[in-house]
């Protein structure tokens, strides 16, 4: 099985891939115009197809009070647009705080404010389908 892992900003789409289902890499950042989820749904789609991927993992950007606000309904819009597009099921998963613990270890690492910012999006993608693996083995091993 071969999983990906998507981080969707407004302009940023990080992306992250596990070919072992046990450990997440970075792939990349995709950007795309601000608000234009079309664009990234057939950008990323065309990359499932060409790469074969098994399982989709979204991260789900809920309020720390569990409710679903904007950012959700937009993660929501694009699972579908993705399912419609690859046939593939897209799992919705909680990214709480993943960008923000993407962009501590990269200030910790030392990396500049530009390097971080460029890289933010797709270590939070790692972290997303990280979580996702580590929940899945835990589930299946335990």
Sequence with gaps: MVYL?????????????????????????YRFEKDNYEQAANYIAKYIIDNSIDVIVLGYPKH????????AEISELFKNKI???TNKKVVLWDERLTTKQATFTLKEAGLSQKKRSAKKDMLAAVIILQNYLDYKGEKENG
């Design 64 to 71: 720390m009070s569990s409710e679903i606000g904007p950012r």
């Design 5 to 29: 892992g998507l981080d969707l900003g407004e302009v940023t789409l990080g992306i992250a891939r596990s070919d072992s289902g046990i450990i997440a890499y970075g792939v990349g950042t």
């Design 83 to 85: 399912e419609l597009k």
